[in-house]
């Protein structure tokens, strides 16, 4: 149970509400304020390159309007075990740390160095308002890398595009350039009261019943271990990130176009196969994360933790080659998009069991499948004399990063034209050896290079 001396210390909260379903889940998953989804570790990071007159002052005040226009960027869960819910704080400043980068000959390979000093270093307490932070690294007056951190419990990957967004757009206002109007948007805590009363509409009661037919017997496969699981000792996570090769890229694409498909449903089937060979195990119950947005489009614009789990269940069994392997994971997706549910929904009338394959090893963990794709960004075009560019290409590795509830997940980004730039692979370092991760992926990555060769081959065995 939060404590009272625990509470930030901002002033008197503005308003309190019920829990959304996402908050509710993470709630699930509580182990206090100093590790898990609570933790300071429990956050989200995103990194962008600026070039244009930069004004710290400015920069510290569109922060500030940022904080100021999304309110659950001041809000703290409540963890009350008998009622918990949450509250809203007033604005409060940003803490903005501005550094010098030193000279350097390859700017852009020191400006992914510089993002994974701060990444390695950042820390971010749940009940320390606002829960946004932020470091700006300076080449020169024209020149910076700005990174953006936030507690998971307030945002997603989703949502630091559109805090990006709104504070290029705040920050040119502040300097009284020409800027896009900020678009609509409505605040988190109408989100959580449209998902607490759809919960209870027609839909869901049979988007309920679609779930407890779909997943009746089934089992989320879960992959084994290289050491014994002891869940009271804290996990340490560690990242593992690669690029993805262009041909493969290539080649994944142009199957997608021509099953009518998309790249994800390629990749997600290629994943199926994996974990088929892992493990055996034809009838695959495995979760993807969604960005918890296509129910309802007017919350696109709306900062929070959006992000949705969605148990797909595809069954490998008589597949005679990866293009029906490909049809076939098509159809279990566009279905479970049709029915979502918050994961605690669906979990609340199935109530699969955890099956790691015929081993029946309990020490194994589930892996989470996503594709990051995110909202059209304005730095293509740049807002007011600034223009941004995500930094997308990460490829130090490293073996202290932010936290997830549990388990490995694989991430892979697309950027706006479609296109994978890189894949993201986290995992409990006490459950597993780097080494591990890396075969898999390389197996993963030969499963997927033949299917994509030979698609209409016999599935390797």
């Not at 757009?169 to 800027?179: F, M, N, V, W």
């Not at 037919?213 to 690669?242: E, M």
């Not at 290629?270 to 960005?291: A, E, K, Q, W, Y």
């Not at 499948?369 to 600034?386: M, N, T």
Request: glycine content about 6%; overall charge negative; proline content about 7%.
């Amino acid at each position: 149970m939060t404590t009272e001396a625990q509470l930030p210390q901002t002033g008197n909260a503005l308003a309190s509400r019920p829990l959304s379903a996402n908050e509710e889940f993470l709630y699930a998953f509580d182990r206090g304020n100093d590790l898990g989804v609570f933790g300071p570790r429990g956050i989200v990071v995103g990194s962008w390159r600026l070039h244009g007159p930069l004004d710290p002052a400015a920069v510290q005040l569109a922060l500030n309007d940022v904080v100021a226009r999304h309110e659950v960027l001041r809000t703290w869960i409540i963890r009350d075990k008998d009622a918990p819910h949450a509250c809203v704080y007033p604005p409060s400043p940003v803490d903005l740390t501005v550094v010098g980068i030193p000279p350097a000959a390859d700017r852009e390979r020191r400006a992914y160095e510089f993002l994974d000093e701060v990444d390695r270093a950042a820390r971010l307490a749940a009940t320390r308002m606002p829960l946004l932070q932020a470091t700006l690294g300076r080449f020169d007056d024209n020149d910076a890398v700005l990174v953006l951190i936030t507690h998971h419990t307030v945002s997603d990957g989703w949502s630091m595009q559109v805090i990006m967004r709104d504070f290029g757009i705040c920050y040119a206002k502040r300097r009284g350039l020409p800027a896009p109007e900020l678009p609509p948007m409505r605040q988190y805590g109408e989100y959580a009261s449209w998902q607490q009363q759809a919960r209870h509409g027609k839909s869901a009661a049979i988007a309920r019943e679609y779930w407890q037919t779909k997943l009746a017997g089934g089992k989320i496969l879960t992959t084994p271990t290289d050491r014994t699981r002891h869940l009271d000792v804290p996990p340490v996570y560690s990242v593992y990130r690669y690029l993805f090769e262009r041909e493969l890229v290539s080649a994944t694409n142009a199957l997608a176009k021509s099953l009518h498909s998309s790249s994800f449903m390629v990749l997600y089937a290629g994943f199926n196969l994996f974990l088929h060979r892992r493990t055996g195990v034809s009838d695959i119950v495995s979760p993807i994360i969604t960005s918890g947005r296509t129910e309802e489009p007017e919350f696109e614009h709306t900062v929070g933790p959006l992000f949705n789990f969605l148990p797909i269940r595809t069954d490998l069994s008589g597949c005679a080659n990866f293009a029906e392997l490909v049809h076939r994971t098509r159809a279990a997706l566009l279905e479970a998009y049709s029915y979502e549910l918050p994961f605690g929904d669906i979990i609340g009338v199935s109530e699969p069991e955890l099956m790691q394959g015929p081993t029946n090893d309990l020490n194994g963990v589930v892996t989470a499948f996503q594709i990051s794709q995110f909202p059209e960004e304005l730095e293509a075009k740049g807002v007011g004399d600034i223009r941004y560019t995500t930094l997308r290409q990460r490829l130090t590795s490293s073996e202290d990063t932010s936290e997830i509830p549990d388990g490995n997940l694989w991430d892979f980004d697309l950027d706006p034209a479609g296109n994978v730039v890189g894949v993201v692979v986290k995992f409990n370092s006490l459950d597993f050896d780097q080494s591990t991760i890396i075969a898999m992926i390389d197996e993963y990555r030969q499963l997927l290079h033949a299917s994509l060769k030979s698609p209409d081959s016999e599935l390797p065995r």
